[in-house]
């Protein structure tokens, strides 16, 4: 499964999902439902926003898992 | 006019099916208290036959099974009105694809099958032991019913879809 990594990252980064959303333009609802996996599409826009934020390549936001029921 | 979302057709219909809702619930009640009334009160059903001057053979306990059996489609009425009710308040909220829509349509095709199943035996029940006439239905009339049947359960898979669809779209940052 692909997981994303906003929480460590912002926590890398010690930056909070209101401080993210101030930078970004995304809203903080959308950034917690990143932020605690239950999003289940992501948007190449909001990819790249994120990217333009954080300063980081989007490997660095996302990370494929296997999953264990497969 | 647009169709959905407050002060819209929708809700317009909403109001429409309120009034029908609250009427059906009132008839349901005289025809419970008529049929009471009647297996009560047999000498009711003679005294207004001749009141009315109709000629009726049926005595009062078969005038209250049948009263009953109405009351008992009414009834059906009254729930497939309420689930249509539920499915227009979302539609005037502008609230589409809920959830709960999908359920709600089947519903309102079972009942309408129920109903036409219910039909066809009252009616047979009605001529074998009441020795009634009814105006025998032919051609495409006949089947009306099963055609909404299945275009109501053909709009519920439609509401499926789209309920899935609206999920995954808010689920979409």
């Known amino acids: 499964m692909i997981r994303l990594k906003l929480a460590e990252v912002l926590a890398r980064k010690r930056l909070s999902v209101v401080e993210l959303s101030d930078r970004t333009g995304l809203s903080v609802r959308d950034l917690e439902i990143l932020r605690d996996q239950k999003a289940l599409a992501l948007r190449l826009r909001t990819l790249d926003c994120l990217c333009r934020a954080l300063n980081c390549q989007p490997g660095d936001l996302i990370e494929y898992a296997a999953d264990d029921s497969e | ?173």
């Open chain 2, 1 to 173: 006019m647009r169709f959905l979302g407050p002060r819209s057709i929708s809700s317009l219909l909403k109001t429409a099916l309120d009034v029908v809702y609250y009427g059906l619930y009132s008839l349901i009640a005289v025809v419970v208290a008529l049929s009471v009334c009647l297996l009560s009160v047999p000498n009711l059903a003679a005294e207004a036959v001749r009141r009315f001057n109709v000629d009726a053979s049926l005595s009062a306990g078969s005038m209250a099974f049948m009263l009953m059996a109405f009351g008992a489609s009414l009834a059906g009425y009254l729930l497939i009105t309420h689930w249509t009710r539920q499915i227009f308040r979302t539609l005037s909220e502008g609230d589409v694809f809920h959830p709960d829509n999908t359920i709600r349509l089947r519903w309102i095709g079972f009942g309408l099958g129920a109903l036409e199943v219910f039909g066809y035996l009252a009616r047979g029940v009605a001529s074998g032991v009441f020795h009634l006439h009814f105006e025998p239905i032919y051609g495409l009339r006949a089947v009306t019913t099963w055609f909404a049947v299945l275009v109501v359960f053909v709009l519920a898979e439609v509401f499926k879809e789209g309920a899935r669809l609206r999920q995954e779209v808010d689920r979409t940052i």
